[in-house]
């Protein structure tokens, strides 16, 4: 068996079933990852590091090639649709990652904010992790609308809406997964970059921008503190075709220990070992027209034979019988006829 190129371990899929762990929350580390997969980290270059929550799927592998966390499905993919099917792809996708955007307050699959469409594009890796990153950003719920002005009696006016109005966040799986396993992978809290020097935190893990000076138009604060334009946003692959506001979000170590497990349940997270050569698995299907008539006509030829045979058996041994039977009973009065004499 092969080496996967991802664990560096040698697993069919039974061993890798009975092996793989449980979440649970101890196995859950919080890691500092590049969110900028195009970048190399060297002493001249310095990348965007942000935290994330990595499930340890088995024990023991930090030593062998990094804290590896449980695989994306893209083994799955690889081994399944032809990568011209990017309709079949997309919906397998959003199959296996939709639910988990119902187990946070951000309503994220659990990618970083900044994980450009250009850095996945049509596949999912399955070299790298699914890490699931504590900053996000997400749709802000519409402000209610303003009271309507009092009649002054010189003809009805009109409030118009304000300028950034509520649109669902664009969700393209397609362009949302990258691979992770790069950054320097040191466990740190899993507070993430949290709202910014100076900025409170709410009870329920938002953030308090209420004394934080006003940005212009367009302009919304981003995780850490700083600021990001519907431009940015745009580029990040958040759909601002109306002008919609986005808030910083965090997500949670309890929460990412409910997507883990929901992630195990959306597909079999051991599918890579069905394809490591060679424990490959296969099935078996009805033999071909040829071979079923050769062995229909080997088994009657079988079954004739064996009739035949039990046949001349049987009729040689009573035929035997029959002969030494007459021979060994003398006929009547000495073999003398005896003639008829009528009535």
């Known amino acids: 068996m092969l080496n996967d190129g991802f664990y560096r371990s040698r697993y069919n899929h039974d061993t890798c079933t009975e092996l793989?762990?449980?979440?649970?929350?101890?196995?859950?580390?919080?890691?500092?990852?590049?969110?900028?997969?195009?970048?190399?980290?060297?002493?001249?270059?310095?990348?965007?590091?942000?935290?994330?929550?990595?499930?340890?799927?088995?024990?023991?592998?930090?030593?062998?090639?990094?804290?590896?966390?449980?695989?994306?499905p893209g083994s799955l993919i690889d081994n399944t649709y032809d990568k011209t099917d990017t309709t079949g792809i997309e919906a397998e996708l959003e199959k296996i990652f939709a639910p988990l955007k119902e187990l946070n307050k951000c309503g994220s699959i659990g990618f970083h904010y900044k994980n450009k469409g250009g850095w996945g594009k049509s596949k999912v890796d399955k070299t790298a992790s699914f890490d699931i990153f504590v900053d996000q950003m997400k749709k802000k719920p519409p402000a209610p609308p303003p009271p309507p002005p009092a009649s002054s009696g010189s003809g009805g006016g009109m409030s118009m809406p304000g300028p950034h109005g509520g649109r669902r966040l664009h969700f393209n799986i397609m362009d949302m997964m990258s691979g992770s396993d790069m950054g320097d992978q040191t466990e740190v809290s899993g507070d993430g970059a949290g709202c910014g020097d100076g900025i409170p935190t709410n009870p329920d893990g938002s953030c308090d921008y209420s004394s934080a000076p006003t940005l212009g138009d367009g302009m919304f604060y981003a995780p850490g503190g700083g600021s990001l334009s519907l431009d940015d946003l745009a580029s990040y692959g958040f759909d601002t075709s109306d002008g919609a506001e986005f808030e910083v979000c965090s997500i949670t170590k309890e929460e990412a220990l409910k997507m883990f497990e929901k992630y195990l349940t959306t597909h079999d997270p051991c599918v890579w070992a069905k394809h490591n050569a060679p424990f490959m698995c296969t099935k078996q299907g009805p033999p071909a027209p040829s071979a079923v008539f050769s062995l229909a006509y080997a088994n009657a030829l079988l079954a004739y034979s064996i009739f035949s045979a039990v046949c001349v058996q049987v009729f040689f041994a009573s035929s035997k019988k029959k002969k030494k039977g007459g021979e060994e009973t003398p006929a009547a009065d000495g073999g003398k006829e005896t003639p008829a004499t009528s009535v």
Do not use: H, W, Y
């Open 20 to 72: 793989m762990l449980k979440p649970k929350a101890e196995d859950i580390k919080s890691l500092t990852l590049n969110v900028d997969p195009a970048c190399r980290s060297t002493e001249d270059t310095t990348c965007e590091n942000a935290t994330a929550f990595r499930f340890m799927p088995f024990k023991g592998m930090e030593g062998l090639g990094g804290k590896r966390g449980v695989v994306q």
